[in-house]
């Protein structure tokens, strides 16, 4: 293999090496909880099920047009009408394969070869892996409890090196569960605006919120990008349908990049994602957001009762970054041990950056009250020893 | 919009607005026959769709490891053996979201800012874009009917520059559908590995010939990336699922890229794929391929007999690369105006490079052969004035 080509920049997920061994337990019999997976445990909601079987009934799968199916745009626009109050042109909506699309899309249109991206840290390692694809250079800005591990103006203007600024924030974040603070946004939604950079707001788990709901970088002007996704909150993480809306500006040169890179997203998703925006597939949606809710209050009070530090209340997604350094000096040695140890599986937080990582795991709430306790109590057995 | 972004070097399609004129035309009543659009006709088999009914069924519609189901990698390794006589890993073989997402992959893998990749012109125009996205330089290698519209060896080693050679071939070829003469591919497979370069075969439109079948560069060693798709000979085009096969060296890099990059290939696509194997869909194919067949036979002697040029007998995928200069000196304007006066849409030679664009019109005959005469009468009627 050629030394030097773009994959070599790719880190591997530690978490896979998790999963693997976790695989390896559960074949020998043993019970393993998994808390490490990134991926809601709820079915597709039914509408969309049913949708989805309504449209195979036709048998025309064809392609759609690269920006999507106009009438799911049209409906993307009405939930931003109806949840954030704000007014999106539906030409400036774009369906892709996954969020992970959109990032392809949004990248694109903001990089140049060796162009700084600024990034949480903790964050979601995608973001650089993604970045260093498209020759841009992934640049971290260290977060911690005081900013609710967020980025915020004044950290982008310190680390932009006096380049043209461009950043990914995510709010909910993962791994740490924290909603960014509406005022924290609109600072960033205007500064990036000022300095004629680019702002890519990540918004997927949107929705997944335990206490004040997420605003949209959108409720703050048309100057970034915003990235969501039907996986999460929707419950269609297999479905691979996501979305990027862009400011006006980019939308001609992101219809050339997704005419040339998807061609599509896939059909039947965008059809069955029609149904995903039904009142029958809200209501379902609410009744999952408050059992999320209350898995989140009972892990994380269960973990703090333990020892485990979480100086920020989560309060989206579905994960909680719990601080281990009280049981150990190596997060990554302590999953590894717990894993063995008791079949709980978790992901250390090197998989999440530099910051600190050694001390940190991230918990992912993806399993029901009942295993969660099982889960807790597992926990206590190996950390009381 | 700031300047020097990698969308910048992405050209549009001139068939976008040939497509986009038709649809007025269509708007205001006239009978319009689409030959410009690289989409079969034929719906989804139907034991594909019936598969993808009963998966639906069982509600799960989760993300898959991100190599793609387990399962379906089996599949398509025995596909290889039945249909090429050759062996291949089920972990050299990764699912991805169309044949667009295999590019992806192995560009990746391929590539580092600057490198040269040799394509043949005419060719697909998404491959340059697909290069200059990863920060590669696309390098035309002009083909005319003495090469059957091919690369080949000798012409790789005289345009690669002294650099490592880097290529996409692609048989049947879009926009010619010539078939590369199995000697040729030999040579290329055998003269990339001596060089330690990278060969990217693109065998999208196997299984769509109609003389000799094609050969696949895995019949000639391990060490070209093979890339291919459910849409052209499956005709599952809006399913977005495609593969890529990749040397033993590469599996763990391009499999870290497509973590990142995808997640998964769509799950629903690929439960469904695994009936596209199956006898009855197999026989349902066959059928189809004996249409095109006869298809390509009406069209080809009836161009041919209008009095455009056709030099080498297009025998796969389902395209005639037209000769029209004895009509015109500039293709473009011959399309638009064949449009504008009998409602018959094809594509200007200017979407496949720079080689005598303006000479040569795609023909897609993806309408059958009643709508396929009707469409020639439209032409002779324009032609001879």
Chains 1, 2 share one sequence.
């Not at 992970?100 to 979601?124: K, T």
């Not at 997604?317 to 990554?332: K, L, N, P, Q």
């Not at 079949?343 to 600190?356: E, I, R, S, W, Y």
Request: glycine fraction near 10%; include cysteine; hydrophobic fraction near 45%.
């Amino acid at each position: 293999m050629p030394q030097g080509c773009l994959a070599d920049g790719i880190q591997p997920f530690h978490v896979m090496d998790i999963l693997a061994r976790a695989q390896r337990l559960e074949a020998t019999g043993r019970s393993v909880i998994h808390l490490e997976i990134g991926e809601p445990d709820f079915p597709t909601p039914e509408p969309v099920t049913a949708a989805a079987v309504r449209f195979l009934a036709g048998g025309q799968v064809r392609y759609t047009a690269a920006a999507g199916l106009p009438a799911l745009r049209e409906r993307i626009a009405g939930f931003y009408r109806e949840c954030y109050g704000v007014r999106v042109e539906p030409r400036r909506i774009f369906l892709t394969p996954g969020a992970s699309g959109a990032f392809s899309l949004a990248l694109a249109a903001a990089l140049s070869p060796g162009r700084r991206v600024l990034l949480a840290d903790p964050g979601y390692p995608c973001y650089a892996n993604f970045v260093r694809l498209y020759s841009g250079e992934p640049h971290a800005v260290p977060v911690g409890p005081e900013q609710d591990f967020h980025l915020n103006a004044e950290l982008c203007r310190a680390h932009c090196g006096g380049q043209m600024p461009v950043a990914i924030s995510a709010s909910p974040s993962n791994p740490t569960g924290t909603v960014m603070n509406p005022a924290v946004l609109r600072g960033l939604v205007e500064w990036f605006a000022s300095e004629r950079g680019i702002l890519i707001s990540d918004e997927i788990y949107h929705g997944l919120e335990y206490g004040q709901r997420s605003v949209s970088a959108l409720e703050f002007g048309d100057s970034a990008f915003v990235v969501n996704s039907f996986s999460k909150y929707f419950g269609m993480t297999g479905w691979r349908l996501g979305w990027l809306i862009v400011p006006e500006a980019y939308v001609d040169a992101v219809e050339r990049v997704a005419q040339n890179i998807f061609i599509s997203a896939p059909t039947l998703s965008q059809h069955a994602a029609l149904a995903a925006f039904s009142s029958e597939s809200f209501a379902e949606l609410e009744r999952r957001r408050r059992a999320f809710e209350a898995r989140r209050d009972f892990l994380w009070e269960a973990l703090v009762r333990l020892g485990f530090g979480v100086p920020v209340q989560p309060s989206g997604a579905f994960y909680i970054y719990a601080d281990c350094s009280a049981f150990s000096g190596d997060s990554g040695e302590f999953a590894a041990a717990l894993l063995e140890q008791t079949g709980v599986a978790v992901t250390p937080g090197k998989d999440f950056g530099l910051q600190a990582p050694q001390r940190y795991l991230r918990f992912a709430y993806t399993a029901d009250i009942p295993i969660l306790r099982e889960a807790v109590e597992r926990i206590r057995d190996f950390v009381v020893g």
